[in-house]
Nanobody, 119 residues
Framework: QVQLVESGGGMVQPGGSLRLSCAVS????????MGWYRQAPGKSRELVAN???????HYEDSAKGRFTISRDNAKATMYLQMNSLKPEDTAVYYC?????????????WGQGTQVTVSS
């Protein structure tokens, strides 16, 4: 069973930076996508960025130029470096893994980490 544990959230002033980590335990199928999502109060969960098993990355417009997604396969960890944070980045951030198997898609979520951007 795959388990994901996020860390690195906290409170930061506008313009500040945070780095989120997502530690993965268990075995992930070779064809997969890992991603960061966020959910602000009263809003739906939304994609922030993802990275495929080949290393290809995708960013939503809200993250382009400010956030960087990366992974360290040796450490089984995914990261989200967030710079130039804005109050509207305040949300619970979740990491996600989707495995694409011949029998179907399996998806796993972490428990989330709170990011608060406020002066």
């Amino acid at each position: 069973q795959v388990q994901l544990v996020e860390s690195g959230g906290g409170m930061v002033q506008p313009g500040g930076s945070l780095r989120l980590s997502c530690a993965v335990s268990g075995s992930i199928f070779s064809i997969h996508v890992m991603g960061w999502y966020r959910q602000a109060p009263g809003k739906s969960r939304e994609l922030v960025a993802n990275i495929g098993s080949s290393g290809v990355t995708h960013y939503e417009d809200s993250a382009k130029g400010r956030f960087t997604i990366s992974r360290d396969n040796a450490k089984a960890t995914m990261y989200l470096q967030m710079n130039s944070l804005k109050p509207e980045d305040t949300a619970v951030y979740y990491c996600d893994v989707r495995e694409f198997r011949t029998e179907g898609v399996r998806e796993f979520w972490g428990q989330g980490t709170q990011v608060t951007v406020s002066s």
